[in-house]
């Protein structure tokens, strides 16, 4: 192979992860101005990289671009800058965002080029694993917990507390000082406990709601929600007056029968996260969030599973597989 080529995966058509990924040689991108180009270490597969690829948004019925290399983040270092890019920034250990977000060609590849700001300086001390794993879990995480200001003395709960957002809200609510609150099934229980929760239920307890009461009697100040559609009947009876509910999922049941009378009558406030188009301020509080944290050693990013590149499609379906504790990654050095 040539110093000018890569291996890259990449699909056409939306389909099956074993169907439409291919691996290929492509040449490697130069990056233009205002870029940067990254030689990766390891780039993150993301549940929402597979349902891009499977197709499954409403109403787009083909991809955006004639090939498209999948996924948004990623790690490496700056092998090279274009225009406009200060040369003191190749050789920088950097993570990745918005990888392939309204771009062709994301981060499931040996290079990748994008707009300088999209790759994060990362801390001396921080591993390539975790610098991709920070992009969607991470920033997602710090966002729903943290984006406000911080928890200290305030009780959080976290739906999902195994997955890799719930399990990070859970590091970082406890390092802002707050009391924790979480759910998942049993086979997680020990995962969400090394996070750091306070207390830890079975998400399919009927008696989830008045378990939580019992712990904070008017209710919880803040939850995290990855299941919105599922909970959307429980949420509003844990949840304090004028509280907060922070979402970024809905996958099981993305059509909920809304109950507004109880949300209205609590003044309950509803933010959702969709990491790809948060402001350019919130990022910046949400990256400076998770870099201060990481340097108190109080985050480590779990992985759920480290595949090759040729392996992308399997990377893809265990996204998507129940039960997954952490990020799934692709190391491609």
């Given at each position: ?80 800058v ?16 918005n ?9 499931a590849?040996?290079?990748i ?24 879990p ?29 399990h ?7 390092w ?17 406990r ?40 429980l ?33 309950l ?48 379906d ?16």
């Amino acid at each position: 192979m040539g110093t000018s080529m890569m291996k890259a995966i990449t699909y056409s058509e939306f389909g099956i992860s074993t169907d439409v990924l291919k691996l290929k040689e492509l040449p490697i991108p130069k990056p233009g101005k205002g870029e940067v180009q990254v030689s990766l270490q390891f780039s993150g597969s993301n549940p929402s990289d597979a349902k891009s690829r499977a197709g499954n948004r409403p109403g787009v019925t083909k991809p955006q671009f004639e090939q498209i290399v999948p996924n948004s983040d990623g790690s490496g270092v700056i092998s090279a800058v274009g225009e406009g890019v200060q040369e003191s920034r190749i050789g920088q250990r950097v993570w990745i965002w918005n990888g392939q977000w309204q771009r062709p060609n994301g981060t499931a590849a040996e290079y990748i080029t994008v707009p300088s700001t999209q790759a994060v300086e990362m801390p001396g001390d921080m591993s390539y694993e975790t610098g991709a794993c920070l992009g969607i879990p991470g920033l997602t995480a710090s966002y729903c917990t943290l984006g406000d200001g911080p928890v200290k003395g305030k009780t959080v709960f976290v739906s999902g507390g195994a997955g890799a957002v719930g399990h990070t809200c859970i590091q970082l609510a406890k390092w802002s000082g707050a009391n924790v609150i979480a759910s998942g099934s049993e086979d997680g229980f020990e995962h969400i406990r090394d996070a750091g929760a306070d207390h830890v239920f079975d998400y399919r307890d009927p008696n989830l709601s008045k378990k939580i009461l019992d712990i904070v009697p008017a209710g919880v100040d803040r939850a995290i929600e990855v299941e919105f559609g599922e909970n959307v009947n429980l949420l509003h009876k844990i949840v304090r007056q004028n509280g907060e509910i922070s979402l970024y999922g809905a996958a099981k049941n993305m059509n909920p029968i809304f109950p507004f009378g109880p949300y209205l009558f609590k003044a309950l406030k509803i933010n959702i996260a969709l990491i790809y188009i948060l402001p350019k301020q919130d990022r910046d509080i949400a990256i400076q969030a998770l870099h201060d944290a990481h340097s108190d050693g109080a985050l480590k990013m779990a992985v759920g599973g480290v595949f090759n590149l040729e392996e992308c499609a399997l990377s893809h379906d265990a996204t998507l597989t129940p039960g997954r504790k952490g990020s799934v990654l692709i190391k491609l050095k």
